[in-house]
């Protein structure tokens, strides 16, 4: 029991306290076997990555990069050629048309959708739709029209279908449309 005291007297605690810790890490050690890029980080010489660097620094970012110019053109064409519903603001009103082949006939359909906020406006509204290319089409010849009324009803939303004369063939069309106060054109392709 003796021993024991003698192990913990505070003069053996000061003792220890004296002598030098053992590092078995070593900074130093560590950074000379780093790449250059960490002991550059390191040492705090590095600058801002610039913009091109950041793009073109490795070949994956290379990768995204093409990636997205690539998605966005294809989205650019099939939006820009696909046109089977188009949404127009007319005298406050939203409207979406859209042409449908339906067996042998082709159909004009016109939804409106009244604001959220305020009163919808109530108007007569002109249409007047004609095929973009006709086949059977002389020199000179202007192509059909086929005009149309209807009119927008206090209600917050109306749905339109209207006939057209057309070939079923014709794919695209230009669509106008006339209020009192404005005047919007529309290009449509027909969707089966």
């Given at each position: 029991?003796n021993?024991d005291k003698?192990?913990?007297t505070?003069?053996s605690?000061?003792?220890?306290?004296e002598?030098?810790?053992?590092f078995?890490?070593?900074?130093?050690?560590?950074?000379?076997?780093?790449?250059p890029?960490?002991?550059?980080?390191?040492?705090?010489?590095?600058?801002?990555?610039?913009?091109?660097?950041r793009?073109f620094?490795?070949?994956?970012n290379?990768?995204?990069?093409?990636m997205?110019?690539?998605?966005?053109?294809?989205?650019?064409?099939?939006?820009?050629?696909?046109?089977?519903?188009?949404?127009?603001k007319?005298?406050?009103?939203?409207?979406?048309?859209?042409?449908q082949?339906?067996?042998?006939?082709?159909?004009?359909?016109?939804?409106r959708?009244?604001p959220?906020?305020?009163?919808a406006?109530?108007?007569?509204?002109?249409?007047?739709?004609?095929?973009?290319?006709?086949?059977?089409k002389?020199?000179?010849?202007?192509?059909?029209?086929?005009?149309?009324?209807?009119?927008?009803?206090?209600?917050?939303?109306?749905?339109?279908?209207i006939s057209?004369?057309?070939?079923?063939?014709e794919?695209?069309?230009?669509?106008?449309?006339?209020?009192?106060e404005e005047q919007?054109?529309?290009?449509?392709?027909a969707?089966?």
């Amino acid at each position: 029991m003796n021993e024991d005291k003698k192990k913990y007297t505070p003069v053996s605690l000061d003792e220890n306290i004296e002598q030098e810790p053992v590092f078995y890490y070593s900074r130093e050690h560590r950074l000379e076997r780093a790449s250059p890029r960490v002991r550059e980080l390191n040492s705090g010489e590095f600058g801002k990555m610039s913009a091109t660097k950041r793009i073109f620094g490795s070949r994956g970012n290379v990768m995204t990069f093409i990636m997205i110019i690539i998605t966005f053109f294809m989205l650019s064409f099939v939006s820009k050629y696909s046109q089977a519903t188009t949404n127009v603001k007319l005298g406050g009103n939203t409207v979406s048309l859209a042409i449908q082949k339906d067996e042998e006939t082709l159909v004009l359909e016109i939804t409106r959708q009244s604001p959220k906020t305020g009163a919808a406006n109530a108007e007569e509204v002109e249409i007047a739709v004609s095929p973009t290319n006709v086949k059977s089409k002389a020199k000179g010849e202007t192509p059909p029209v086929f005009y149309h009324r209807i009119y927008f009803s206090q209600a917050g939303y109306e749905n339109y279908q209207i006939s057209l004369p057309f070939d079923i063939n014709e794919n695209e069309f230009i669509l106008l449309l006339k209020t009192a106060e404005e005047q919007k054109s529309v290009k449509l392709r027909a969707k089966s």
